[in-house]
């Protein structure tokens, strides 16, 4: 389960967020719902949350100086902009701020979804099993992760569980944990100074020869060569 603060001095958004995340069967609990920028960043201190889902204009301090405050504070929350198009030049500086994605008002559920999609990292399902199991993955990826041992923690069969991630996921829950440790190792080879024999380690492929053959089928290059090409790009 991930954690959710939403900051909006209109009460009519929080509730249209807090329904689309129900409807969408998204694996998000809110923690808590504020209407001012000084009360959002005394949420967040208090529940480190997962998600803001924040408004621009509010009261007290601005949804730009609340980032900036989180962010000098390290906060580990991603931030979601709430705006309208009106604003949408504020929206562009809270990205420059940290931000990691705008949901435009009015707010719908397939936006909603895609915008935390890019946010988290991942791509939530309509089914909440599996937006679950997914949560799962991402936080155990270093594991040995096999379709026995999910099953087996989520107390379903394994030939449920591969129908489940076949129907809603287009692939097999197997692929999915491949496709999930190769989207984490591309995370760690921008962000981080570790070495591929360590990346290899750190998301489950203790044979590093295993993770160059994922890895090439996944990208089309081999870890090498997407690190260098990534340290090439400027800042």
Sequence with gaps: ???AVIADDEPAVGK???YFLKEEQLPISIAAEVGDGQAALEAIRQYDPDLVFMDIQMPVLTGLEVIEQARAEQSRAKFIIVTAYSIFEY??????LGASDLLLKPISGENLIESINRAVGLEFSSNWQVNEILLYIDGHLGENLTLESISQKFYISAYHLSHLFKKHMGMS???CIHWRRIEKAKELMKNSSKSIKEI????GYPNLNNFYTRFKKRTGMTPKSYMMRGRKQPD
């Design 91 to 96: 929206a562009q500086t809270a990205l420059r």
């Design 200 to 203: 290899s380690e750190m998301i």
């Design 1 to 3: 389960m991930l954690y």
């Design 16 to 18: 249209l967020i807090r």
């Design 173 to 175: 829950c197997v692929e």
